[in-house]
């Protein structure tokens, strides 16, 4: 690989636009595709170029088939919103960042955001209906909403289930899950929308402190974003 | 020295300190293997790495290779697995298969 190919390639990382390198296997050659055009030494034919770019839609990387040509797929980096900047927030945060999550963590109260763990993940500091509006949750987005505070999660629960986010998750007790749901309902959600909320939210591993939920919430969002990308 | 846990990202910076590197990458798996088809190792020629190819089992001998083919100036392509004849050194434990494109970064 040529030095000027990996910069345009960490470029393109960088920037987070989706890009595949395509490399010959007997070392001939290399290009780098995006949806912009293609780049480089190895001329593709028009249906090596359609089975690469597939690849970048599906994230999937792998051997082309019936050839000697490996495209390695950059797709951007899953996302997770975290919705109120309270002690779960604290290490989950740091926990989804190491999983290679990009967090973006929403509360109003900036004393909040500003604290601990929380110092260098990036934050929005508004309401979470204007908050939501400006991440507009992607399908490779999760949104878990902390709170358990209906002035807040509400606004934002409502925004991730308008939008093709993979995953939705609210803290809260069972109790604390039915009055959310006949809330939502209320604003004309109807059973199978409100079934995409994960409420409880993480899964059940008996978890006791911040730390221990934030490890059955990564895992259960983990586990979805995995067995949607097999379906696929 | 800056330092990054992302392949691609300590490449960068290596090539700025002016040391000669490579850039692993696993293309195929057969069976059960620990890191997907993607994966990323980079390494130098001192066999310093980032990232990893496997669960530990054939990062020393993808880092000689590399150091090979930086000093040949050539890629090649590694195969590992129970068939290799190196199964009893650095074979995948797992009984799984790994193809590894090793290739030179020069400018």
Not at chain 1, 195 to 212: F, K, M, Q, W, Y
């Amino acid at each position: 690989m040529k030095i000027q190919t990996l910069q345009a390639l960490r470029a393109r990382v960088a920037d987070k636009i989706p890009c595949a390198m395509v490399t010959a296997l007997d070392g001939t050659a290399q290009t780098l595709v995006d949806g912009a055009g293609v780049s480089g030494d190895l001329t593709l034919t028009a249906d090596e170029l359609a089975e690469v770019r597939r690849r970048i839609a599906l994230d999937r990387s792998g051997v082309l088939e019936n050839t000697q040509l490996f495209a390695r797929v950059y797709g951007p980096a899953p996302r997770m919103v975290i919705v109120g900047a309270v002690h779960i927030a604290q290490v989950l945060a740091p926990m989804a960042r190491l999983a290679g999550f990009e967090v973006t963590v929403i509360d109003p109260r900036e004393s909040f955001v500003r604290s601990g763990q929380l110092a260098d993940i990036s934050a929005i500091v508004a309401w979470p209906d204007e908050a939501m509006r400006q991440v507009a949750p992607d399908a490779r987005t999760a949104v878990v909403t902390l709170t358990h505070d209906p002035k807040l999660d509400d606004p934002a629960l409502a925004t991730a289930l308008r939008s093709p986010a993979f995953y939705i998750g609210a803290l809260g007790s069972k109790k604390t899950h039915a009055k959310r749901l006949e809330r939502l309902a209320g604003e004309g959600f109807g059973p199978e929308a409100l079934s995409r909320i994960h409420g409880p939210v993480g899964l059940d591993i008996n978890a006791v402190t911040p730390a221990e939920i934030a490890v059955s919430i990564l895992a259960q969002v983990i586990a979805i974003l995995r067995v949607e990308g097999r379906r696929q | 020295m800056t330092t990054s846990s992302d392949p691609l990202t300590q490449l960068e910076h290596w090539i700025a300190d002016g040391r000669h590197v490579a850039l692993a990458t696993v293309v195929a798996t057969w069976g059960s293997s620990p890191r997907p088809v993607g994966s990323h190792m980079a390494i130098t020629d001192q066999g310093d790495f980032v990232g990893s190819v496997s669960g530990g089992c054939i990062e020393g001998a993808v880092v000689d290779a590399a150091r090979d083919a930086i000093s040949a100036a050539s890629p090649r392509l590694l195969e590992f697995g129970v068939s290799n004849e190196m199964a009893w050194e650095v074979g995948l434990a797992c009984g799984g298969r790994v193809q590894v494109w090793v290739e030179p970064v020069s400018s």
